[in-house]
């Protein structure tokens, strides 16, 4: 849409956004509230399009974001992929590139279907066709994007920014024009060809599947085997034994295949009383051991190899054998057999004749033929097998296929037409019939049951079928070499994945199959001649139109150049007033050249300057004349004409007006006595209905406005209602002169449909019997097929692009998309930097995007791949709507907020493609070790947080300060590791390597920096106290920006607020340097890139000093003494430490001891003095009672450094020690008056074992 501006957040409020589908009990917490408090300040501010804005010293880092379905709810399968993908292109904008992020829709494919079939109660295809196939696939487009506007709410709620307005979609004709692109370019370079194989079939759903979605649906199922007997016709009661998985295939049976340099086997049965296996039969099998036991008795078999006679039971009843030598099995070919089944071999008046009968029901040599699985004898029908298709195809045997595409029996298999071959629900249904028949015609010799993995259909769960069809491929084996190639190129992560996983597939990958014998999709673009039965691809509209569709229009809409009423920002529909600016007029000759070559037939232009201009330039460049048209003038804005829309009235009133819901929006007049959107579209509409009927066909260029081109694609059906009005409330990205093409179908005026029914109703001229014959006799018809949706996946680097159609379009800031490039251009937009899926997508989204990328431009398409692993319910099942076993996101989300969900992924091994067992307690544990010690610690900043202008001349002050305090200098480091560790692991995209340091370093800041630093913040030492918050400050801030990528909202909560900021009053702050936002900032810097000497040796000393401290209070705690309770001495051995008086210090203040001595002698690394003196028995009072009476402050409310009176009840010994520490005590808590009274009605007990008191605290 020209002028269409990317847009981060729905309309709607965020507060609606954030409790969307959130069950009605779920509570929501303050951290989710203060998020979506976040949302609007990010939305009011525009804050991810300033991103996108904002300088890029290191130029492009590109991003393909693979299109979900939209015919569902985001899982946490989305929420992690989603995360991952918003993480690294937060840290490149943040780095110095520009990272454009699209969002994209999947709507074509059995997902589609399979969801509109379920909606109106069909079983089969047949449902579909009499239904209606223009009525099936209207309603496949309304449902594609049912749940889009969901998805536009939550996925900005989980923290993602992503350009959601601006998006492309499978379904829309540019994308399919491209995706008809690459097939013929494709095709033009000998990768494409239509052949007949044996691939997997859905009966459901009636169409063939690729084999990389086959893999997607394997589920394990018992099914039956069969050991079936067939009677040789040379010799008396032989039998050759075969063994089948499938006995659903066995009427379809033309041949036997044995291995002709294996040895086989006559089984002759010497005494039996078994119904199965009677005296004087003899079988033919494989003559290894194994082989024997496999087909005779298992584990009953008893063999003697020397003699070669032995025993086994059948049913219960022994049966005894001879096995003598036999013969090579190139012996046995040649020979035939008699038909299982007689409905093809002998049909009886049935009207089914089988060719090449002659050829069938033989033995063939075959080295498919395994010695170690069944008997060493396969049966063949050449419709259900690949080895069984090109065993036939060698020997040209006949081709029975008794299964319709349906999965049913056909009506020649009399005893079983109708049935499914492979019934859903009970897949061996139908092979235990054909069992029971074969047995009851003595031709079993015994069936098995066995466990298995069986592939079923990836959207609709049915038992697939293999089947031979006809289909288009993609020539993968031809390009097998270069993907392997291509792919070690790529760095993946985890490297398994790429190296093993992926790399072992490509190494074996298959020719893909790409058509589909089904309806709502992208229509393959070949055309075939009735008459001399040759076959064309077309590769573009343009093409369909110049060989036979002549009801196509291509029409061009093009907004006029950049005016003055444009940089002014008057309204204006006056004829002559405003002329192109300069930069209109670069803009105008710049569309010229597109239009040039496009070869337009006639323009039409608005009568306004500014529309007349442009046209007079590009008529100038095509040499064609231009035809005014009044109906294709600039809006009628009534009062608000020639005002301008920037004066704050106005704005509020235009403001009201674009608020109105958009079906009262569109029938509003503007201004009041001005036009509404539906006057104009009526006038538009017309305008291009005689432009059409005049020019049926042709090339048309309208030039017009931005309002009326919008409601004029509106009357064409590109656009909604709902999308122009929300277009209109927007911020828009001004854009001026870009050709925006459409195809017409002239008889309707509506947008020409590239689906199907519409697309099949095109015939084209044969050129091959033009020349032939010098006419046009002969028509062709395009194919009934449709692409494999993962052919339009795979397109979606090119399609997003409407590539090679639209290259400038792609980048609203002039950076084209051209993968190609050239000797003066570089490539642009290609290959993606970076892509992110989940697992499965291994053998979809990145197979497919791999193979088309190798095979246009014989390069991958992405250079970096991070995959994530499955999500799994708590107890490891998989996640199931049905079964609950997992809580709602949205839930998780409003109890937790989005920043608690987002670090608990990225920390986890589902990061790095392992599977992770999802955990509430695990999110919840992330809140309170990560988020509230944080809030903890900024709250203290806040409540002892001195003047900004206090805080920022600080700097100028330190250099006389006598030095940093030991814990600045420690904290500093650790944060300048920090930023190392989260970079190094960001830029190798290991993300959860790079999540979990800030964990690491949040514990360290709250509890040792802080809990040691608290004493210096809160007193009387003026420097000492501004350095402490000075560096706590600095440490927040950088933190922050940090912590963007991985936590947004809490990053934005955290750097708004150290910056003095209120988000809820609209986040404005009076610190210098300070950002509209965190994400405007750039990526911190390190002090150098490694770590000094010194800094590190004091990051190794921290750790003793902080081992010594664990081991002290663990030798406190062995002795039941209380950390308050001061004691003498603490000795230490380690040597390093024992001049480190600020680190001792450090160890006496958090141990509580008077003396921390170094002690060589002592037996283990530290050694408390656990013996209590009177002295520092006192001592240990006082600092219970100053504790208690700072906890009465705290629930009196009293704020910290307001004085307050002490009144104390006490008598005896009691009174005695509070007047003998009173100037302490008044110290410690802020004390302006100690009171001591013999007693007081009210007040709180303070009792110990030496002291009874009753307190009470009031403000002075």
Not at 641 to 667: C, M, N, S, W
Not at 885 to 897: H, R, T
Not at 1128 to 1147: I, Y
Request: glycine residues 6%.
């Amino acid at each position: 849409m020209a002028g269409k501006r990317i847009e981060c957040m729905p309309e709607e409020p965020q507060q609606e956004d954030a409790t969307l589908n959130r069950s009605a009990s779920a509570p929501i917490s303050d951290a989710a509230r203060r998020e979506e408090e976040i949302l609007l300040l990010w939305r009011e501010r525009r804050v991810f399009e300033k991103t996108l804005k904002k300088h890029s010293p290191k130029g492009e880092f590109v991003f393909f974001d693979g299109p979900p379905f939209a015919t569902g709810l985001p899982h946490y399968g989305h929420i992690l992929a989603g995360t991952i993908k918003d993480v690294i292109p937060r840290f490149q904008t943040m780095q110095g590139y520009h990272v454009p992020r699209r969002w994209g829709w999947d709507c074509h494919g059995l997902p589609v279907e399979h969801e509109v079939e379920k909606e109106l109660g069909f079983k089969t295809r047949k449902d579909v066709e009499n239904y209606g196939l223009e009525r099936f696939n209207a309603k496949a487009k309304e449902t594609v994007m049912h749940y889009a506007d969901d998805w536009r709410r939550i996925i900005p709620r989980m923290g993602r920014w992503v350009d959601m307005d601006n998006d492309y979609r499978t379904m829309d004709s540019p994308y399919t024009e491209t995706v008809w692109w690459v097939f013929k370019t494709l095709h033009g370079k000998g990768l494409i060809y239509r052949g007949f194989k044996s691939m997997h079939l859905c009966p459901r759903c009636e169409t063939t599947l690729s084999n990389f979605e086959v893999g997607q649906g394997y589920k394990e199922i018992t099914d039956v085997s069969a050991f079936v007997k067939f009677k040789l016709l040379s010799e008396t009661n032989t039998f050759l034994v075969a063994w089948t998985t499938t006995p659903w295939t066995l009427p379809g049976n033309v041949a036997l295949a044995v291995r002709p340099d294996m040895d086989y086997s006559f089984v002759e049965i010497t005494a039996s009383n078994s119904r199965e296996v009677l005296t004087g039969d003899t079988f033919i099998v494989g003559g290894r051991e194994d082989t024997l036991k496999r087909v005779f008795g298992g584990e009953s078999l008893k063999f003697d190899p020397q003699s070669r006679v032995g025993t086994f039971l059948s049913n219960g009843d022994e049966v005894a054998f001879s096995a003598r030598r036999g013969v090579k099995g190139r012996d046995l070919a040649g020979q035939f057999y008699e038909p299982l089944f007689e409905y093809y071999a002998n049909p009886r008046g049935t009207g089914v004749r089988l060719p090449n009968r002659d050829k069938a029901f033989k033995v063939y040599e075959a080295d498919f033929v395994l010695a170690d699985e069944g008997t060493g004898i396969v049966h063949i029908a050449p419709a259900f097998g690949e080895d069984d298709y090109n065993l036939a195809k060698k020997h040209d045997l006949p081709f029975i296929q008794h299964i319709q595409t349906d999965g049913t029996f056909g009506e020649a298999v009399v005893d079983f037409a109708g049935l499914s071959a492979k019934p859903k629900g009970n897949p061996r249904e139908t092979d235990e019939k054909i069992a029971n028949f074969l047995a009851a015609k003595g031709k079993l010799l015994k069936r098995e049951s066995y466990t298995h993995e069986y592939p079923h259909c990836w959207r609709c769960e049915t038992p697939l079928l293999n089947f031979a069809s006809p289909s288009w491929f993609v020539n993968v084996a031809a390009m097998r070499e270069k993907l392997v190639k291509e792919n070690e190129r790529i760095l993946w992560v985890p490297e398994a994945v790429g190296k093993y996983r992926f790399g072992n597939w490509l190494a074996e990958a298959k020719d893909w199959a790409v058509s589909r014998t089904r309806f709502w999709g992208a229509p393959i673009p070949v055309w075939g001649c009735e008459r001399c039965k040759t076959y064309s691809v077309v590769g573009s509209i343009d093409e369909l139109r110049k060989r036979g569709a002549e009801n196509i229009t291509k029409v061009i809409l093009l907004r006029h150049g950049e005016s003055k009423s444009n940089t002014l920002h008057y309204l204006d529909d006056s004829p002559n007033t405003f002329p192109l600016t300069h930069e209109g007029k670069r803009k105008a000759k710049e569309a010229a050249e597109y239009i040039l070559r496009a070869r337009v037939d006639v323009i039409y232009s608005s009568p306004v300057r500014r529309a007349r201009e442009t046209a007079e330039i590009i008529s100038r460049a095509v040499k064609k004349e231009v035809k005014i048209d009044e109906r294709f003038r600039e809006v009628d804005s009534g009062r608000w004409d020639g005002e301008k829309a920037d004066t704050e009235a106005l704005r509020r009133e235009i403001d009201a007006y674009h608020a109105l819901p958009p079906e009262v929006f569109y029938q509003t007049k503007r201004g009041d006595v001005g036009e509404s959107w539906k006057d104009v579209e009526r006038r538009m509409a017309e305008g291009l209905s005689d432009a059409l009927r005049a020019h049926a066909g042709e090339t048309v260029l309208i030039i017009s406005h931005e309002g009326p081109i919008v409601h004029l694609q509106k009357a064409i059906g590109t656009v909604t209602l709902a999308e122009c009005s929300s277009y209109f409330r927007k911020d828009r990205f001004e854009e001026f002169a870009r050709p925006l093409t459409v195809y017409v179908d002239a008889t309707t005026g509506k947008e020409f449909d590239l689906h199907r029914p519409h697309i099949d109703s095109v015939a084209l001229t044969c050129e091959t019997c033009f020349k032939e014959s010098g006419s046009g006799r002969g028509l062709m018809h395009r194919i009934e097929e449709v692409f494999d949706c993962w052919f339009e996946s795979g397109a979606m680097p090119y399609g997003q692009a409407h590539y090679p159609f639209e290259t400038f379009a792609m980048e609203r800031n002039g950076r084209p998309f051209d993968p190609v490039g050239g000797f003066w251009k570089k490539k642009s937009g290609f290959p993606a930097d970076f892509i992110a899926e989940g697992l499965d997508q291994t053998r979809g989204w990145f197979y497919s995007m791999l193979v088309l990328g190798v095979g246009l431009f014989e390069k991958s398409p992405y250079r970096r791949a991070v995959v994530n692993g499955l999500i799994l319910a708590e107890n490891g099942a998989k996640m199931s709507k049905r079964l609950k076993n997992y809580p709602d996101p949205l839930d998780i989300v409003a109890k937790y907020g989005a920043d608690s969900l987002r670090f608990y992924l990225l920390s986890s091994p589902a990061v790095r493609g392992e599977e992770l067992r999802f955990s509430e307690r695990g999110i919840e544990e992330v809140g309170r070790r990560m988020f509230n010690r944080l809030q903890n610690v900024l709250s203290f900043y806040q409540l002892y947080e001195q003047p900004s202008s206090m805080l920022e001349a600080v700097s100028s002050k330190l250099h006389s300060l006598s030095g940093n305090h030991v814990l600045d200098e420690w904290i500093l480091a650790r944060q300048s590791g920090l930023i190392q560790e989260v970079t190094e692991g960001l830029e190798r995209y290991e993300l959860d390597k790079a999540a979990r340091p800030i964990a690491e370093f949040v514990d360290d800041l709250s509890t040792w920096y802080l809990r040691r630093s608290r004493e210096r913040m809160k007193g009387d030492e003026n420097d000492e106290r501004i350095q402490a918050l000075h560096t706590l400050q600095s440490v927040l801030s950088e933190l922050a920006k940090v912590m963007a990528p991985f936590t947004p909202f809490f990053a934005e909560y955290l750097y708004q607020s150290v910056h003095n900021a209120n988000i809820t009053n609209g986040g404005n702050a009076n610190t210098a340097n300070k950002k509209e936002s965190v994400h405007l900032e750039e990526w911190p810097a390190l002090r150098s890139q490694q770590p000094t000497a010194n800094s590190q040796q004091l990051l190794e000393n921290m750790k003793e000093v902080r081992k010594i401290v664990s081991l002290a209070l663990e030798a406190r705690a062995k002795a039941n003494i209380k950390v308050r309770q001061p004691l003498s001495s603490l000795g230490f051995k380690n040597k390093d430490l024992r001049f480190k008086n600020e680190l001792l210090q450090l160890v006496k203040d958090e141990v509580n001891v008077k003396e921390v001595v170094y002690d060589e002698n002592i037996q283990g690394e530290v050694e408390l003095n656990t013996t209590i003196t009177p002295e520092l028995k006192e001592e240990g009072l006082l600092r219970e009672l100053v504790r208690f009476i700072q906890e009465m402050r705290k629930k009196g409310g009293f704020i910290p450094g307001e004085s307050a009176t002490l009144l104390v009840a006490v008598d005896g010994p009691s009174r005695r020690f509070v007047e003998q520490n009173e100037q302490e005590l008044s110290r410690a808590a802020a004390l302006k008056n100690i009171v001591i009274q013999d007693s007081f009605e009210e007040g709180e007990p303070f009792q110990t074992d030496e002291l009874t008191l009753k307190l009470s605290l009031t403000r002075v």
